[in-house]
């Protein structure tokens, strides 16, 4: 056998009698994505609406009753007592308030005008100006559906009004998860391979073994490699399990090839598992290795586009997400999923994910010390 | 130079301004059992990690089975064994995925380790246990199967750190049978102990104090230079002279 081939066997042995490994690349997957793509959707529901109405006519219930119905609020409390609205927004119960003043059905009618006010609690920014939008859209509609019914006999005075109507491209049902789950399985790839590589070649440290194999013959690069294949052929078991996860769960097929997308883990494990190995040469105990690649996941998961758009960041923060190997991957995943994308579309993403393992990995074997 | 294992000469180490290793100069022959004595911090196993290329010398010169400390490192690796202070096998490997493991790194040949494999089991009486996890092993056992895998590639110098730690007198006892066995096989030993009793068993040894040595003699010699009874009284007197604590 190889001297490769020596390591390899040890590597692989040790990894199977290990049952955190094991539990780790079973149970992570399948948590994460059941999970998350579940409850992290962008788009705002729940949003609690506080009434304050002073009219109580036919029209405000009719009001209230549309936008109870379009299921993104809850109405949270109904009242005439502005005081009483304003306690549920300061105790963060309320997002929304909307105060309906008095006699708005008949300023409506025969002033052909109301006036409504819409109080909101910004504190959660997002939900408050994307609740806000949404309520104001039901009002116009409101609107508009009132003024139609009452202007009905007089058809030469229907008022003008431009409809849009949309066409969702590649993902026709707006469906979040087929957004979510690509972009998950990016993350599970990325937080397994970087770090069980660091831990384990730390604990070979810890342990004091690391030494035994520095005072051996054996060159640097077997002992990388031989560290390295059984990461990566973990990192593709795990994405693997993943993608059946996805089909069967959620029903998500790529529309591109899965070679494709194989293609590209492939190398883009080699850029994460580099980094852990890297954390691992500067790391004494698996604590500071578990420290500083939790540091350095942090920042990739969000700076790459899966929380957060990268389109609406400032300049510079883009430029992070330029360095952030996680934003290649989540973009070429995305489009090999949805857009069915092939290698020839990604070749641009792909190269430079290979510039990066070459450079990491590089770094990694340098920095890689058999005397201090 | 062909019947010296070790040379050194002013071999220094430098943490910073902490001289952890001060100009020692020695020479250790071919088949000789080499006692490498001190306290605590004196600098044996910083001296030691210098020979086996583990750790590169700040100045002076050194060589190990007449390859250069600085340029040859990789050459003497192929001809040493080392057994460090820590517990250097693996618990979640059993005894033969061990002995593969660490032969195979030497690159020795699948059949020559299957043949090597059964007479040093059969010596260590570990035919049974040769399935086990070494984790599964009492300390004694793994201590010896540890030499064993040390010299398993057929060294012709072996460094050994503190090999008999927190092992029973009786077990000590048959960790030297095995060192004495291997000397016979001309295996160059190098060792450090904080044993007296060990040290008697030494060809030649050597006190460091502070990161120099002290005195470097044959057990016997060195009693009668010092007019005292044991190597213990021997240790005492000038290991008190130390000024530097663990560190």
């Known amino acids: ?248 769960v959620y029903g998500i097929v790529p529309l591109g090839a899965y070679w494709t997308i194989y293609v590209f883990a492939a190398v883009y494990l080699l850029v994460i598992l580099g980094m852990g190995l890297l954390v691992s040469t500067f790391s004494a105990t698996q604590q500071q290795a578990m420290l500083v690649s939790f540091f350095i996941m942090m920042i990739f998961i969000l700076m790459g586009g899966l929380y957060t758009s990268i389109d609406s960041m400032p300049e510079w923060a883009k430029w992070i997400t330029r360095i952030n190997p996680v934003t290649y991957f989540i973009e070429v995943m995305r489009r090999v999923v949805l857009k069915g994308a092939n290698l020839g579309d990604v070749t641009k993403e792909l190269s430079i994910i290979l510039g990066y393992a070459l450079l990491v990995n590089g770094l990694a074997i340098l920095s890689y010390r058999k005397r201090s | 130079m062909q019947d010296r294992a070790i040379t050194a000469e002013k071999l220094t180490k430098k943490f910073g301004d902490f001289t952890a290793v001060d100009q020692i100069s020695f020479e250790v022959s071919k088949g000789e059992i080499f006692g490498f004595l001190g306290a605590n911090g004196a600098g044996k196993t910083t001296a030691m990690r210098m020979f086996c290329g583990l750790s590169l010398p700040t100045s002076g010169v050194a060589t190990v089975g007449g390859f250069d400390v600085y340029s040859e490192n990789e050459k003497i690796k192929n001809s040493i064994g080392y057994m460090s202070q820590r517990f250097s096998l693996y618990d979640d490997l059993s005894v033969i995925e061990n002995i593969r493991f660490y032969a195979g790194i030497y690159g020795m040949s699948s059949k020559a380790i299957r043949v090597k494999a059964e007479h040093i089991l059969k010596g260590l009486e570990l035919e049974a246990e040769k399935n086990m996890l070494v984790g599964s092993l009492p300390l004694g056992w793994k201590q010896k199967l540890a030499f064993s895998v040390a010299i398993f590639h057929e060294p012709r110098i072996v460094f050994l750190d503190e090999p008999t730690g927190g092992v029973d007198p009786i077990t000590r006892r048959e960790f030297w049978q095995l060192i004495y066995e291997a000397a016979g096989e001309g295996i160059t030993v190098f060792v450090t102990t904080h044993y007296m009793d060990e040290a008697e068993y030494c060809n030649r040894v050597s006190i460091m104090v502070d990161g120099r040595i002290e005195a470097l003699d044959t057990p016997t010699g060195m009693k009668k230079h010092m007019g005292v009874g044991s190597m213990n009284e021997v240790f005492l007197q000038l290991a008190r002279k130390a000024t530097r604590t663990e560190n």
């Open chain 1, 1 to 248: 056998m190889s001297k490769l081939g020596v390591i390899l066997s040890k590597e692989f042995r040790q990894i199977i009698r290990n049952p955190a490994i094991i539990r780790l690349i079973f149970i992570m997957p399948v948590i994460q994505l059941l999970v998350l793509p579940n409850a992290a959707d962008y788009e705002i529901k729940n949003i609690n609406l506080q009434v304050t109405d002073h009219d109580h006519s036919a029209l405000s219930r009719r009001l209230i009753d549309n936008i109870s119905a379009t299921g993104y609020f809850k109405v949270i409390g109904y009242g005439s007592d502005r005081n009483q609205a304003m306690v549920a927004i300061e105790k963060d119960k309320a997002d929304l308030i909307l105060e309906i003043p008095h006699n708005f059905e008949r300023d409506l009618i025969r002033e052909e005008s109301a006036r409504l006010m819409l109080a909101v609690n910004a504190i959660n920014g997002v939900k408050a100006s994307l609740g806000g939008a949404y309520l104001n859209n039901l009002l116009r509609q409101f609107n508009g559906d009132i003024r139609t019914e009452w202007l009905q006999p007089d058809r030469l005075q229907k008022p003008f009004s431009i409809t849009t109507t949309f066409t969702n491209w590649f993902n026709p049902g707006m469906n979040y998860k087929y957004f979510m789950v690509p972009g998950i399985l990016v993350l599970l790839l990325t937080m397994v391979g970087m770090n069980l590589t660091a831990i384990n070649i730390v604990r070979e440290k810890e342990i004091g073994t690391i030494e035994q194999i520095n005072v051996s013959p054996i060159k640097k690069h077997h002992f990388i490699l031989g560290k390295l294949i059984p990461f990566w052929v973990l990192g593709l078991v795990v994405l693997t399990i993943g993608f059946l996860i996805a089909r069967l």
